[in-house]
């Protein structure tokens, strides 16, 4: 076993909003010597085995991450190239193109396909609102509990130093429930907006930007250019983003595939840009 997959033990666990855990104690594996989970100590809360997939080391940190974030961003990738492929068939269907059979056959496929994720889509949404109502009662426990220390401070039963450390504390752990639920209704909202139409309305969007952002020709340019050129010149450049772009999804959709089911064992919006969204997406 290697000495990166030991380094869970005796690190701090939090999850990915800041919130301690507890501490990682040991490692469950299979069978076949692959870790399964890792045996954490949560205080009074006992030894918990949480998923193996589901954690990060991150420097000094073990990082735990929620079921519904890998499921939600598994499933916005999956429909996003699904999407992107069925617009590129529908571009083909409506040429007079020698595929366009073929193209028709793997159209049905796609279509297929969509509607599975459809399905999975409602299934995470149902999962994302339950977690928004576990949420609404923790944040309700904690509010309770600095009501308590103020009642507490107010009747001279709690020096004022001890109710602003209840309080600090307490805020901090309201401002992660707060990141949680931004989080949450960031990911409802693309899986709201992530339909065909929409797909299309961005394509057309980005071809009307390029089109208004590229400056006019000066008239030295035109009189140097040769005029049997000016045409065949734009369709040489989309022909190469087109294929271009056509790789680079056949790429995404391979490395998906050989990594969905270990996605998330070694890596951990808030924006996509940071180190928890870049692990996720190996």
């Known amino acids: 076993m290697s000495e990166e997959k030991l380094g869970f033990v005796g690190k701090q666990v939090k999850d990915i909003y800041g919130t301690y855990i507890g501490r990682a104690v040991g490692i469950i594996t299979e069978n076949d010597g692959e870790i399964e989970a890792v045996g954490v100590d949560c205080g009074s809360g006992g030894l918990k085995q949480l998923p193996y997939e589901q954690l990060v080391i991150q420097g000094e940190y073990v990082f735990f991450i929620p079921r519904w974030r890998l499921d939600a961003q598994r499933l916005l990738r999956q429909k996003s190239l699904t999407l992107k492929r069925i617009k590129a068939l529908q571009d083909i269907l409506s040429e007079n193109d020698s595929m366009k059979e073929d193209a028709e056959l793997v ?12 399905e999975t889509g ?13 949420l609404d009662l923790e944040a309700k426990n904690i509010k309770a509990v600095l009501f308590d220390a103020k009642l507490q401070f107010r009747s001279n039963e709690m020096k004022e130093e001890t109710y602003q450390q209840v309080k600090v504390q307490t805020d901090e752990l309201i401002e992660h429930i707060n990141n949680e639920r931004a989080e949450i209704s960031n990911v409802k909202e693309k899986l709201t907006t992530q339909t065909l139409e929409n797909i299309i309305t961005t394509s057309s969007s980005s071809t009307a930007d390029a089109a208004a952002a590229a400056p006019p020709p000066t008239k030295e340019e035109e009189e140097e250019k040769p005029t049997e050129q000016a045409p065949s010149q734009p369709t040489e450049v989309v022909s190469v983003v087109q294929v271009s772009a056509a790789s680079s999804e056949e790429k995404e959709e391979k490395e998906e595939s050989e990594s969905d089911a270990s996605v998330s064992s070694n890596g951990v919006e808030h924006p996509e840009t940071n180190w928890l969204n870049q692990v996720i997406t190996k």
């Open 122 to 134: 409602k299934q995470v949404n149902d999962k994302l609102n339950a977690r928004l109502v576990e």
């Open 107 to 118: 159209y049905i496929k796609y279509e297929k396909k969509l509607h599975e994720l459809d």
